[in-house]
């Protein structure tokens, strides 16, 4: 199943519970244990400046959007193996359309 348009405010809570721990998503907000996210629609992997990504991260070579963020999301080290990211996933469809759905807002 591809992404489909999801709930803003469930993906803020989301992101508030799941992912604000180790990332942050103002432009000029500092990286953390994960990088920065601002602008991450329409980037390639492994690109935000001033942060340690691994091999794998870098040479995976996608760009960011809709539909590699919510594959990603379900299993981030099945879909890059050797990311450093510890995050074990969305299992559930619905989460990681609400959470892109605010990533999008919330990143532009």
Same mark, same amino acid.
């Given at each position: 199943m591809p992404f489909a348009p999801? +709930? $803003? $405010?469930k993906g803020a809570s989301l992101f508030k519970t799941r992912c604000a721990q180790c990332h942050t998503t103002g432009a000029g907000e500092p990286n953390k244990v994960g990088p920065n996210l601002h602008g991450i629609?329409?980037?390639k992997t492994g690109q935000v400046d001033g942060f340690q990504y691994t091999a794998a991260n870098v040479n995976k070579g996608i760009t960011? &959007? &809709?539909n590699t963020l919510f594959e990603y999301l379900e299993n981030p080290k099945k879909y890059i193996p050797g990311t450093k990211m510890a995050f074990a996933g969305l299992k =559930? +469809? =619905?989460d990681r359309n609400d959470l892109i759905t605010w990533l999008k807002e919330a990143t532009a």
């Open positions: 999801g +709930d $803003s $405010s629609f329409g980037r960011w &959007d &809709d =559930k +469809d =619905k």
